[in-house]
T-cell receptor
Framework: SAVISQKPSRDICQRGTSLTIQCQVD?????MFWYRQQPGQSLTLIAT?????????ESGFVIDKFPISRPNLTFSTLTVSNMSPEDSSIYLC??????????FGNGTRLTVT | QQQVKQSPQSLIVQKGGIPIINCAYE??????FPWYQQFPGKGPALLIA?????SEKKEGRFTISFNKSAKQFSLHIMDSQPGDSATYFC?????????FGQGTTLQVKP
């Protein structure tokens, strides 16, 4: 199964700044997704990271706030832009192939002050 | 129609008991139903998954029961242990992206 590494594992950021989260997979995968998990809550899909093209965003999430890159089959980044305290959450990268289950990284714990 | 409803929200059982967590879905296009286990500070880890062409799947102490006509599926944990104390999420998919249930926090008392 794919091993997924996220950086940073946690950060404390000031309101109005931006943070870029990196997701590295140890093998080539066809699918990569970004999720948000607020404390004590379930996982909400932010977007599908498409290799070589613009990400596909779920309802309630927009590219200006959460720009995503995926330059190749093993790497993706999620930026949380112009942060506010409401953005404090855990951001999770997941990856897999068509014939294998999705695996998750350990997440990035973001606190916005 | 994209929702997956999970119950109960929390569950406490004694060691050796059989906790059961239930999920229901609406979208009949879903064709993949995994269960994830999450410990504090960690990402969700895949436990077991099922496709709608079978009604039951067992892996070790974990069993999924699937009822296609009722659009429901459940997780049973046999001989539960304190180390099983975690949050469990059901999910559903038909395009690769997962839609998660609300989660169940399980506590197994020694």
């Amino acid at each position: 199964s794919a091993v997924i590494s996220q950086k940073p594992s946690r950060d404390i950021c000031q309101r109005g700044t931006s943070l870029t989260i990196q997701c590295q997979v140890d093998s080539q995968v066809t699918m990569m997704f970004w999720y948000r998990q607020q404390p004590g809550q379930s996982l909400t899909l932010i977007a599908t990271a498409n290799q070589g093209s613009e990400a596909t965003y779920e309802s309630g999430f927009v590219i200006d706030k959460f720009p995503i890159s995926r330059p190749n089959l093993t790497f993706s980044t999620l930026t949380v832009s112009n942060m506010s305290p409401e953005d404090s959450s855990i951001y999770l990268c997941s990856a897999g192939t068509v014939n294998s289950p999705l695996h998750f990284g350990n997440g990035t714990r973001l606190t916005v002050t | 129609q994209q929702q997956v409803k999970q119950s109960p929200q929390s569950l406490i059982v004694q060691k050796g008991g059989i906790p059961i967590i239930n999920c229901a879905y609406e979208n009949t296009a879903f064709d993949y139903f995994p269960w994830y286990q999450q410990f504090p500070g960690k990402g969700p880890a895949l436990l077991i998954a099922i496709r709608p062409d079978v009604s039951e799947k067992k892996e070790g102490r974990f069993t999924i029961s699937f009822n296609k006509s009722a659009k429901q599926f459940s997780l049973h944990i046999m001989d539960s242990q304190p180390g099983d104390s975690a949050t469990y999420f059901c999910a559903a998919s038909n395009t690769g992206k997962l839609i998660f249930g609300q989660g169940t926090t399980l506590q197994v008392k020694p």
